[in-house]
């Protein structure tokens, strides 16, 4: 998944003025390859840098392909399977869910078709059709089991990446120390995945607004969004693309034809009680097209989105379903 949302937060450059005797505490910091913000409103510091780092990192370890000896790139390696720990466990548990609920337009288990095309893709070819035949074979949830705290795959050549999701669940546990701590007004950020609770001292909600894109032509359609008690994610196809040869293709992947997508959705913006639904479901909404994810959401009321695509070569549309509609401040 493409982070491509950025977010500002209108309420977090706030004064530090005592309200009722809480503050304003902000913590930032890098991690996942990008950074992170958090502020919240308490009576005094409740918690620190080092609680986030601490938890992001050991999501991390347990899921990033980036670390060589993570548990996501063992369970890949391992022809059998591997135990879980907590955080892959609620993670391999919400992609099987959202991968059943969207009839696998979201699949984690995609990993073998991307890195088909990633190398192709350095060599600027086209896969075979052959070669994304074979490679399809092994993709589909089906191929996972869980057995107690077992992740299991029927067979060896199955791998997982779940990149599209464990962001968004980053956030969700960047929300549950806050919680722990009993803070009930706060916001978290991570690589562009917000999750909010609460609301600013003197405000009903947080006001985020959100953009897209860079052109011009977004100007008018970025929404300004209320956000309380929920979670707003984004996936896009703006900026980044494969080439082979003289042809072009999104980097989104549909995991089912083993392809890139090729209809002309920009950018889907979810909003959904929790980040790690928030973010499967915007990966999953871009593979199935405008129509198609317009008649999903109208079918499955759990989150709000709002689809941008292109109609012709220069106009630029939008499409919300009411959820989302309800979130919007213009």
Not at 156 to 162: E, R, S
Request: aromatic letters at 8%; proline letters at 4%; charged letters at 20%.
């Amino acid at each position: 998944m493409i982070h491509s949302l950025i977010i500002f937060f209108s309420t977090i450059i706030t004064d530090f003025s005592q309200k009722d005797s809480l503050y304003t505490f902000q913590l930032n910091g890098k991690a996942q390859g990008t950074t992170y913000h958090c502020a919240y409103h308490a009576d005094a510091p409740k918690v620190s840098n080092k609680q986030i780092d601490e938890l992001l990192k050991s999501i991390d370890s347990s899921l990033s392909l980036y670390q060589s000896h993570s548990l996501i790139n063992q369970f890949n390696r391992n022809p059998r399977g591997v135990l879980m720990d907590q955080h892959m466990k609620q993670v391999v548990s919400k992609a099987i869910d959202i991968a059943a609920m969207t009839d696998g337009t979201f699949d984690i288990t995609c990993k073998p078709v991307i890195e088909l095309w990633k190398t192709k893709n350095t060599l600027r070819q086209q896969p075979a059709k052959q070669d994304i035949r074979n490679t399809r074979r092994v993709v589909g949830f089906q191929h996972l089991s869980v057995k107690g705290d077992s992740l299991l795959k029927d067979d060896p050549v199955v791998q997982i990446d779940c990149d599209g999701i464990a962001q968004g669940y980053s956030v969700d546990q960047m929300a549950a120390i806050f919680k722990s701590h009993g803070i009930n007004d706060f916001i978290v950020e991570l690589g562009g995945e917000i999750y909010a609770s609460g609301h600013p001292p003197g405000k009903s909600s947080w006001n985020i607004a959100v953009h897209t894109h860079s052109e011009k032509s977004f100007k008018d359609l970025d929404p300004t969004i209320q956000l309380s008690n929920a979670a707003v994610t984004t996936s896009g196809s703006m900026n980044k693309f494969m080439q082979s040869g003289k042809k072009i293709y999104s980097h989104i992947i549909d995991p089912q034809k083993g392809k890139p997508i090729k209809h002309k959705i920009i950018a889907v913006t979810v909003i959904a009680n929790d980040a790690a639904t928030a973010d499967a479901l915007d990966n999953a909404l871009m593979v199935m097209g405008v129509q198609p994810a317009l008649h999903w959401l109208a079918h499955h009321p759990i989150a709000g989105a709002n689809i941008y695509y292109r109609k012709g070569r220069k106009k630029t549309m939008q499409a919300s379903n009411d959820i989302f509609k309800t979130h919007q401040l213009h």
